[in-house]
């Protein structure tokens, strides 16, 4: 393989326009490898008011149909695992968007190769449901194309929690010759789970949205806790209300970033814990939309259970914000405290409550801490960085691979 590959994203997730947070980490990884000289392609399910082909940041994305369009909902909004489990329609969509992404590929391969440009990578994002649509494609269409899965999170959480799965996942990651995971918490959950050695390497963020910020910016005084998430209790937002109820965040103002079915519960919560007029609830934001949030807060709380990686974690600290986090998942891959960040037992609400209260009490010390949490950032996240471990994930991944497909 050349130092220029072609590469074939396949992800359920890619983002509707410039700014859509929906898998937004999968365009900015496709966008910083055509800065290195590769070219990216991406398929992604279509939605009722999507194109089916389009060009952003310079990446064509095209778009899959798989339903009607009244049915084509579950990409883009972070709620397929509730959509599927809701309904016989929902898993048929699903079952329908497997086969819709399948026949893509095959298409998107076979024709490539005709035209005299084939692809030499194969990436999918997620092994579910992305990477186990493409289960023995590859060997009948397109023999000896490399294929690489990176798990981001919610595949790897499906796994753990359904041991029917465990074969199925075992079976997807050994076609891969090389398969990644966005964090070290997922990286060993999947290699335990499925035997098939599983490399680091997290996702990018878009360093045009959170460069210095200006004199103005900097001045401004900084006040309260926020909260950027889905409204669940895989989230944690429950146990950040809790928190918010205990003496030493009295009177500490609190803004909610997001969408979710906990909504209605989480309001009443508020209520009975008489914390509800502290309380700001902001719908979901663009990325654009989030950093005057992300700098006007003091601190970000991040009560997370088995979170991936934690970008909002990332995009915090690259605005000088410090993070107080549970310490499970991936999160302690991102809030580091020897760089800055805070990390608390999981489920101890009075530990998240006492962490917030600590970094909030001194606007010097929470200063200090947001400076080196954006250094550690900015060693790890830029798209200069990840796109170039992509690029060696690739050789790698070629040198793997046998013209005949065979490992």
Same mark, same amino acid.
């Given at each position: 393989?050349? *130092?220029?590959?072609?590469?074939?994203?396949?992800?359920?997730?890619?983002?509707?326009?410039?700014?859509?947070?929906?898998?937004?980490?999968?365009?900015?990884?496709?966008? $910083?490898?055509?800065?290195?000289? $590769?070219?990216?392609?991406?398929?992604?399910?279509?939605?009722?008011?999507?194109?089916?082909?389009?060009?952003?940041?310079?990446?064509?994305?095209?778009?899959?149909?798989?339903?009607?369009?009244? =049915?084509?909902?579950?990409?883009?909004?972070?709620?397929?695992?509730?959509?599927?489990?809701?309904?016989?329609?929902?898993?048929?969509?699903?079952?329908?968007?497997?086969?819709?992404?399948?026949?893509?590929?095959?298409?998107?391969?076979?024709?490539?190769?005709?035209?005299?440009?084939?692809?030499?990578?194969? =990436?999918?994002?997620?092994?579910?449901?992305?990477?186990?649509?493409?289960?023995?494609?590859?060997?009948?269409?397109?023999?000896?194309?490399?294929?690489?899965?990176?798990?981001?999170?919610?595949?790897?959480?499906?796994?753990?929690?359904?041991?029917?799965? =465990?074969?199925?996942?075992?079976?997807?990651?050994?076609?891969?010759?090389?398969?990644?995971?966005?964090?070290?918490?997922?990286?060993?959950?999947?290699?335990?789970?499925?035997?098939?050695?599983?490399?680091?390497?997290?996702?990018?963020?878009?360093?045009?949205?959170?460069?210095?910020?200006?004199?103005?910016?900097?001045?401004?005084?900084?006040?309260?806790?926020?909260f950027v998430g889905r409204l669940n209790a895989q989230k944690g937002i429950a146990d950040?209300?809790? $928190?918010?109820?205990?003496?030493?965040?009295?009177?500490?103002?609190?803004?909610?970033?997001?969408?979710?079915?906990?909504?209605?519960?989480?309001?009443?919560?508020?209520?009975?814990?008489?914390?509800?007029?502290?309380?700001?609830?902001?719908?979901?934001?663009?990325?654009?939309?989030?950093?005057?949030?992300?700098?006007?807060?003091?601190?970000?709380?991040?009560?997370?259970?088995?979170?991936?990686?934690?970008?909002?974690?990332?995009?915090?600290?690259?605005?000088?914000?410090?993070?107080?986090?549970?310490?499970?998942?991936?999160?302690?891959?991102?809030?580091?405290?020897?760089?800055?960040?805070?990390?608390?037992?999981? *489920?101890?609400?009075?530990?998240?409550?006492?962490?917030?209260?600590?970094?909030?009490?001194?606007?010097?010390?929470?200063?200090?801490?947001?400076?080196?949490?954006?250094?550690?950032?900015?060693?790890?996240?830029?798209?200069?960085?990840?796109?170039?471990?992509?690029?060696?994930?690739?050789?790698?991944?070629?040198?793997?691979?046998?013209?005949?497909?065979?490992?």
């Open positions: 393989m050349s *130092g220029s590959p072609r590469v074939l994203f396949v992800t359920h997730n890619a983002p509707r326009h410039v700014g859509d947070a929906a898998g937004s980490f999968v365009l900015r990884l496709a966008h $910083a490898l055509q800065q290195r000289g $590769a070219h990216v392609d991406i398929l992604a399910p279509g939605a009722a008011d999507l194109s089916t082909r389009e060009i952003l940041e310079g990446v064509t994305i095209t778009r899959v149909r798989y339903d009607d369009d009244a =049915h084509m909902t579950l990409a883009y909004e972070g709620n397929m695992a509730e959509l599927v489990r809701a309904s016989w329609r929902g898993k048929r969509s699903l079952l329908q968007l497997m086969v819709a992404l399948r026949r893509a590929t095959t298409k998107a391969l076979q024709d490539a190769r005709r035209a005299g440009v084939p692809y030499d990578i194969v =990436h999918a994002h997620w092994w579910f449901p992305s990477a186990l649509s493409l289960w023995r494609l590859r060997s009948r269409t397109t023999p000896g194309t490399p294929l690489v899965i990176t798990m981001h999170g919610s595949d790897v959480r499906l796994a753990e929690s359904t041991k029917p799965a =465990h074969a199925i996942m075992r079976a997807v990651l050994g076609e891969a010759s090389v398969c990644t995971a966005v964090s070290t918490w997922l990286a060993e959950t999947a290699q335990r789970i499925a035997g098939t050695p599983v490399l680091v390497s997290p996702m990018p963020v878009d360093m045009r949205l959170f460069g210095e910020a200006t004199a103005d910016e900097n001045a401004t005084v900084r006040h309260g806790v926020l950040l209300i809790t $928190a918010m109820a205990r003496p030493a965040l009295a009177g500490v103002p609190l803004h909610v970033v997001g969408e979710g079915p906990d909504r209605e519960a989480l309001e009443a919560q508020a209520h009975a814990l008489d914390v509800a007029d502290r309380i700001t609830w902001h719908r979901v934001l663009s990325q654009s939309a989030l950093v005057p949030l992300y700098r006007a807060a003091q601190v970000v709380a991040m009560p997370s259970r088995g979170e991936g990686l934690g970008l909002v974690a990332v995009e915090a600290q690259l605005c000088r914000t410090p993070v107080v986090a549970y310490a499970d998942g991936g999160l302690p891959d991102v809030v580091r405290p020897d760089h800055g960040g805070t990390l608390v037992p999981t *489920g101890d609400i009075d530990a998240l409550a006492a962490g917030l209260a600590r970094v909030i009490s001194s606007n010097e010390s929470a200063r200090s801490l947001g400076a080196q949490a954006r250094e550690d950032m900015l060693a790890r996240f830029t798209p200069e960085a990840v796109s170039a471990r992509y690029l060696d994930h690739y050789q790698e991944a070629a040198r793997r691979t046998p013209p005949t497909g065979r490992a």
